[in-house]
């Protein structure tokens, strides 16, 4: 299992519209030298410096977060984009559900708009976007995980530190939404009187061999009480909504606290008086 000191970010090479960063496992802890080196290795470059989103030249990264965003360079300044650089907010998401139920397309086609047909197991990715919605910018990271059962070990690593979770299924497959239950399960323990924010995708709606019906899976999602939506990697349809849904859904929850959280401060505050 993954060290829990460990966190998994992910690099690119500093450029004005930097594509293709890549995935890396850093302990907050190491070194500069030892992180550059990790950077270097992955990227294939000799890495000299290394920024974060907003421009500035990290020397010490015991702050970093999981699913961080970094740039790294040969020595030359920060030349990221303004757009890239500084979004109005990170949300941090990850993709569960059984193999082979497409949460890789999905993940694929919301972040390059590219169809992935062939399955290509995987263990765990990071994947960034930018994305606008209701208006604002917000960067998504994308937790994307494995659904062979070799690696239900994992699970608890992936579903820590996250801020939103979308349940894959296939409507090929009715096996594949009931096991959707055990996921859920595992979210809840692990966020205990926290009321994560989750949304079930139904993917593969376009096949015509689909034998889960729309009304099975909403009754699924509404005994489990969240939202459920119908996609298909192949087309698109449904994709970006649901990834907004699940940011709104993020949104609404952190404007219910705020109101809270004034309230807190000022208790704490007149309790000093």
């Not at 030249?57 to 757009?83: C, K, Y």
């Not at 993709?95 to 999905?106: C, D, E, Q, T, Y």
């Not at 323990?189 to 889960?212: C, E, L, M, Q």
């Not at 649901?242 to 606290?257: P, Q, W």
């Amino acid at each position: 299992m993954v060290d829990s000191l460990n966190l998994r970010i992910v690099v690119y090479i500093n450029c004005k519209n930097p594509t293709d960063g890549q995935s890396v496992l850093i302990n907050p802890n190491s070194s500069k030298s030892q992180i550059l080196k990790i950077c270097s290795d992955a990227l294939n470059i000799k890495a000299k410096k290394i920024f974060n989103q907003t421009g500035r030249e990290l020397d010490s990264f015991s702050s970093i977060t999981d699913g961080a965003m970094l740039f790294v360079s040969e020595g030359e300044g920060f030349l990221v984009a303004a757009i890239i650089a500084k979004p109005s907010k990170t949300y941090v998401l990850c993709m569960l559900g059984a193999a082979a139920v497409g949460k890789s397309a999905i993940t694929q086609r919301f972040v390059a708009n590219k169809f992935v047909r062939d399955y290509d197991p995987t263990i765990e990715d990071y994947y960034k976007r930018v994305a606008t919605i209701d208006g604002d910018s917000t960067t998504l990271s994308i937790l994307d995980t494995a659904g062979m059962e070799d690696y239900y070990p994992l699970i608890d690593d992936w579903i820590d530190k996250k801020d939103g979770f979308i349940l894959v299924y296939s409507v090929e497959w009715a096996d594949s939404l009931t096991r959707l239950e055990s996921f859920y399960d595992k979210i809840l323990h692990r966020y205990p009187g926290k009321d994560p924010i989750i949304v079930i995708a139904a993917n593969k709606v376009d096949s015509p061999n689909r034998t889960v019906t729309l009304e099975e899976g909403k009754r699924f999602a509404d005994k489990l009480g969240v939202k459920h939506l119908e996609v298909s990697a192949a087309t698109g349809g449904g994709i970006e909504e649901t990834f907004a849904t699940i940011v709104r859904g993020l949104r609404t929850k952190e404007k219910e606290a705020a109101p809270a959280a004034k309230k807190n401060k000022k208790k704490n505050w007149c309790s000093l008086l």
